[in-house]
Structures are given as C-alpha cells and as structure tokens.
C-alpha cells in the first residue's frame, strides 16, 4: 500500500537519508529495501531508469507494505509520475523542475521533490508547492552553495544529490540540508549483485550515523 504525502515527509524530515538505487538490473531489489531497513534507511528511491522500476516498485510496496517508503526517481514528466504513483510510489523525485509532475503527485497525496540548481528554480519549485526540493547536481550544489541560497530561502527543504558520500554528508547536513540522497556510495553495485545484504546494511546505519552526529552538532 502506498504511503500518504506527509507520512514520507515526516519520516524524511526524522531520518535524513534516501536511498538512491540506480543500476542495470532489477534483481535483489525488494531484498535491498529490507537489507536499508535493517540499517534505519527507510527510504528506497528507484530511479525509472532500471530496466522494470514500476514493476520492482510495485514487487517492493507489496512485501514490505508500511515498513519502507518506496519512491520513483528520474520522474521527468506527468504520465510518469501516474505510472509510478499507480505502481505503489509513495513519493516522487526528479532531475528538473517541472510543474505537472507536482501537480500530478499531489493530486493523489503523494511527496515529490523536483530538481533545482538556481535561484530562480528554487523559487518557481516553491510556487509550485514541492515538498523537498533536490539540489541537483552535488559536484555544483557544494555545501557552500546551501548556504548562499538558503540566506534568501530561508526554510526551505533543501536536499542534494550526486556527490553525497561519507566525507561530504555531514557538511550537508551542517549547511542546511534536511537530508541527503545517496547513490552509489550507500548501495554499491557489486554488493548488490553479489547479495551482500550485511554490509549494505553496515553502509545505512553508517549514513544514519553521520547524518544524525551532523544533526546534533549543529
């Protein structure tokens, strides 16, 4: 069952982290939601680019029910967002902003965080009522940059991705970040493909470690 709009955001805001899953196979993927969970990782972003995301989102919704949120990622357009949203997405994220995706995921009580970089972005996302806007992509948006823009924006949910690792999360966090998505450097390929599910659990709890260390010290 698809989770509502504010219990995704709710547990965002609580957690910080978003898995980010983007790789060339489906297979192991309603096993590595629960391998996330065990680490307190409960947010599994599967971008539309894996060969049969709608079918991997709904085989993970239907096991795990409420136990994770399970998102669509690299939503670019409307149509899109409503496959997702009827495969069971409980929320939507995208590379770009664009303003009928949002319509379209809050029309049926969904999250959605589309994707920024400038000013003028950030501001049209926020007419348009985003819940979490995705600075997009981290090897621009640096820490330093969260800053600048959140002197003129001030309270307004900010999240990067692309260059999100152990090194670079925290000073997210500290700059202003609500919370962080997170490639690559959480779900690595090989242990995905390979079953490695411990040490892709050791690798959440770790994320969840320095997000929640940042948080404090803040």
Do not use: D, K, S, Y
């Given at each position: 069952m698809r989770q509502a709009r504010g219990s995704a955001l709710d547990a965002m805001m609580a957690t910080g982290v978003v898995a980010v899953v983007r790789v060339d196979e489906p297979d192991g993927l309603v096993r590595l939601a629960q391998a996330l969970r065990e680490g307190d990782v409960v947010h599994t972003e599967i971008t539309m680019t894996v060969p049969g995301a709608l079918a991997a989102i709904e085989a993970t919704v239907r096991e795990h029910g409420d136990e994770v949120f399970v998102g669509a990622g690299t939503v670019r357009d409307a149509t899109a967002a409503r496959l997702a949203i009827s495969a069971g997405a409980s929320f939507i994220v995208s590379p770009c902003l664009n303003p009928d995706v949002v319509e379209m995921a809050h029309r049926y009580g969904v999250m959605v965080a589309p994707g920024c970089l400038t000013p003028t972005e950030i501001d049209q996302a926020c007419a348009a009522g985003a819940d979490v806007i995705k600075l997009f992509p981290g090897r621009v948006a640096t820490p330093g940059y969260f800053k600048d823009v959140?002197?003129?924006?001030?309270?307004?949910?900010?999240?990067?991705?692309?260059?999100?690792?152990?090194?670079?999360?925290?000073?997210y966090i500290k700059a202003g970040a609500i919370g962080i998505g997170v490639g690559k450097a959480l779900v690595d390929a090989a242990a995905l493909r390979e079953g490695r599910w411990s040490d892709i659990t050791a690798n959440a709890q770790r994320f969840r470690t320095v997000v929640d260390e940042a948080r404090a010290s803040r």
């Open positions: 959140l002197g003129p924006f001030p309270g307004v949910r900010l999240m990067p991705t692309g260059n999100v690792n152990l090194e670079t999360a925290p000073e």
